[in-house]
C-alpha cells in the first residue's frame, strides 16, 4: 500500500518486487493462482496501464492470499509450542537455496496429524516432526517426513528434510 502513495509508478515497483522478491513467483504463475487477468497484470507492470481500484484490492487480495498460504519452496515445522519457538529463523539457506520455514504447532497426536494434512494441503515440500508422530504422519501425507530426534537440532532436521526433496 505505501508503494501506492509513494510515486505514480509507486504501484508498478511495489507489485514487481513482491513478485519477484517475496513470493519468488512468476507472473503467469500469480495470476493462475489468484484468478486476474495476465494482459492486465502485465500491462500494469510495463506502465501501459494505471491499475483502477478494483484490480489494486484483487491484488491485494491475491497477495494475502499466496504470502498466507505459502505454497512452493516450503519445510512445514509440526512440534509444541516451546519447540516452535526455538527456531530462530523463518527463512534458511540450505543448499544454496533459500527455504521458508512454516510452523503448525501441535500439542497431541490428533493436533499433529491434523496439522501433517494441513501442511501438505498448503504445498508443503516435507514435514519436521516428533518420533512420537512421525510413523503415523508418514502414513496419511504423501510428502517426506523428518524426524526431530533430540540430540540432533531443528536446524539439522529442516536441512535432512530439504535433502529428500531437492
Given at each position: ?24 513467483i512468476s507472473v ?139
Open positions: 500500500m505505501s508503494g501506492i502513495l509513494r510515486s505514480e509508478e509507486g504501484f508498478r515497483e511495489a507489485l514487481r518486487k513482491i513478485l519477484d522478491e517475496e513470493l519468488e503467469p504463475e500469480f495470476c493462475d493462482k489468484t484468478d486476474l487477468s495476465p494482459s492486465t497484470i502485465y500491462k500494469i507492470l510495463q506502465d501501459q496501464r494505471e491499475p483502477n481500484l478494483r484490480t489494486v484490492r484483487a491484488v491485494i487480495k491475491g497477495v494475502r492470499k499466496l504470502d498466507a498460504n505459502p505454497g512452493g519452496e516450503f519445510i512445514g515445522v509440526i512440534a509444541s509450542r516451546p519447540v516452535l519457538n526455538r527456531i530462530e529463523e523463518r527463512m534458511m539457506r540450505v543448499g544454496g537455496r533459500n527455504v521458508r520455514v512454516k510452523e503448525y504447532p501441535a500439542s497431541t497426536m490428533e493436533d499433529a496429524i491434523i496439522a501433517a494434512v494441513k501442511a501438505e494441503r498448503d504445498g508443503a515440500l516435507a514435514l519436521v516432526c516428533a518420533p512420537i508422530v512421525a510413523p503415523t504422519v508418514e502414513q496419511i501425507v504423501r510428502i517426506p517426513v523428518s524426524v526431530i530426534v533430540p540430540k540432533d537440532s531443528m536446524v539439522r532436521a529442516i536441512e535432512m528434510a530439504v535433502s529428500k526433496v531437492l
